[in-house]
């Protein structure tokens, strides 16, 4: 079945320093979402990408879905310890199925 | 700003029990998911549901699953006999629109199963 994996699966920065997330589906995404889940809590939408290569930013975070639509990252500038989480990538997996990827815990130190 | 509630946030039960997770989805919307994610895990679909019908499930949703809107606002799901590998948080989720996988899911906080 449809499979997507995150890389890397942990990452432990200071803060100020930079944070990517790679997400990697085996098969073409009509469009891929990005989540963020804080220890102890639920996911929570941050962003939707649908078109070959777009780019959108939200203030420090920066997202683009590849140009074969198969896979995305996620990109946080000078990260703040309020980043602290786990984000996830996900793509339909059928008509109303999301396919979360595999995630990567972000821990920030002051 | 509206919002998926869940109840109860942590439930305790014996292999074998019943359970029954609930969920209140956002009122307008029309589409319901269950998902599970165990303990530092993904977050893996289970089950979507419309017009009082499932629309779609995973392998993971065998017959000790179902789910029902019992009324106008709550939505559910029931594991029939529960196995030490049902444990996992449960989040119910919901969108507005017509279903497509498009629309953004808004999940509600969790329902922590221990199964013991």
């Known amino acids: 079945g449809q499979q997507v994996m995150q890389i890397p699966q942990y990452q432990h920065v200071q803060e100020g320093e930079d944070f990517t997330t790679y997400c990697n589906s085996s098969?073409?995404?009509?469009?891929i979402q990005w989540y963020k889940q804080r220890p102890g809590g639920h996911p929570v939408f941050l962003i939707q990408l649908v078109k070959s290569g777009e780019v959108k930013k939200q203030k420090r975070l920066t997202f683009q879905f590849g140009e074969a639509k198969k896979n995305s990252s996620l990109h946080i500038t000078a990260t703040q310890t309020t980043d602290v989480g786990t984000y996830f990538c996900a793509g339909p997996g059928g008509f109303q199925k999301l396919v979360f990827g595999t995630g990567t815990r972000l821990l920030v130190s002051p | 700003e509206p919002e998926v509630t869940q109840t109860p946030s942590h439930q305790v039960t014996q292999m074998g029990q019943e359970v029954i997770l609930r969920c209140v989805p956002i009122s307008n919307h029309l589409y319901f998911y269950w998902y599970r994610q165990i303990l530092g895990q993904k977050v893996e679909f289970l089950v979507s549901f419309y017009n009082n019908e499932i629309s779609e499930k995973s392998e993971i949703f065998d017959d000790q699953f179902s789910v029902e809107r019992p009324d106008g606002s709550n939505f559910t799901l029931k594991i029939r006999s529960t196995k030490l590998e049902d444990s996992a948080m449960y989040f119910c989720?919901?969108?507005?629109?017509?279903?497509?996988?498009?629309?953004?899911?808004?999940f509600g906080p969790g329902t922590r199963l221990t199964v013991l």
């Open positions: 098969t073409t995404l009509s469009n």
């Open positions: 989720a919901s969108t507005l629109g017509a279903g497509w996988s498009t629309d953004t899911q808004y």
